[in-house]
T-cell receptor
Framework: SQTIHQWPATLVQPVGSPLSLECTVE??????LYWYRQAAGRGLQLLFY??????ISSEVPQNLSASRPQDRQFILSSKKLLLSDSGFYLC???????????????FGPGTRLTVL | AQTVTQSQPEMSVQEAETVTLSCTYD???????LFWYKQPPSRQMILVIR??????QNATENRFSVNFQKAAKSFSLKISDSQLGDAAMYFC???????????FGKGTRLSVIA
């Protein structure tokens, strides 16, 4: 069965510090991968998605970046965190798109980031 | 751009009763998919139910069912025999066919009263 991991689970960082959040998927090959952010009391905002190694689509211009160094690894980074980067970060995966497939997304446990 | 609207920020239901959460979406496409996700206090997103737009039959999963009205672009979630464990945020989501991302509504917070 497929599983998705995220770490760390919780992170407290000072403004201006770098960030690296990691997401890995097990039990599937060539998944589509997604990074979402959820601010307190709000819905999910798609940040990045990837359909293959080195292929990253950015949905929101900001000081965050994403990379996919391996097939089942997706990393969210920042060189300098802002206060507004605080939130709950969710990684998700789905099977590669196929005609007629609902391409359901399955989510990881999330990382709670607090920028002070 | 596609949008998903959940007009009920909060709902409550008595244990064992039935509740319906509403969702509408805006699209000009005919081939798409709709989802309901549940986010309990742990904050992990859990798929509740999904519906393919080309299917006329409403999806059901145990106590969860949907009322999919394609012409009205409405996709409501009905929870029967509500349980305390159903208390959570519920998000409606939409996506087109192909490698396209999900578009989420802002969520409905459901409380279950014992």
């Amino acid at each position: 069965s497929q599983t998705i991991h995220q770490w760390p689970a919780t992170l407290v960082q000072p403004v201006g510090s770098p960030l690296s959040l990691e997401c890995t998927v097990e039990g599937t090959s060539n998944p589509n991968l997604y990074w979402y952010r959820q601010a307190a009391g709000r819905g999910l905002q798609l940040l990045f998605y990837s359909v293959g190694i080195g292929q990253i689509s950015s949905e929101v211009p900001q000081n965050l970046s994403a990379s996919r160094p391996q097939d089942r690894q997706f990393i969210l980074s920042s060189k300098k965190l802002l206060l507004s980067d605080s939130g709950f970060y969710l990684c998700a995966w789905s099977v590669p798109w196929a005609s007629g497939s609902p391409d359901t997304q399955y989510f990881g446990p999330g990382t709670r980031l607090t920028v002070l | 751009a596609q949008t998903v609207t959940q007009s009920q920020p909060e709902m409550s239901v008595q244990e064992a009763e039935t509740v319906t959460l509403s969702c509408t979406y805006d699209t000009s496409e005919s081939d798409y998919y709709l989802f309901w996700y549940k986010q309990p206090p742990s904050r992990q997103m859990i798929l509740v139910i999904r519906q393919e737009a080309y299917k006329q039959q409403n999806a059901t999963e145990n106590r969860f069912s949907v009322n999919f009205q394609k012409a009205a672009k409405s996709f409501s979630l009905k929870i029967s025999d509500s349980q305390l464990g159903d208390a959570a945020m519920y998000f409606c989501a939409y996506r087109l066919s192909g490698n396209t991302p999900l578009v989420f509504g802002k969520g409905t917070r459901l409380s279950v009263i014992a």
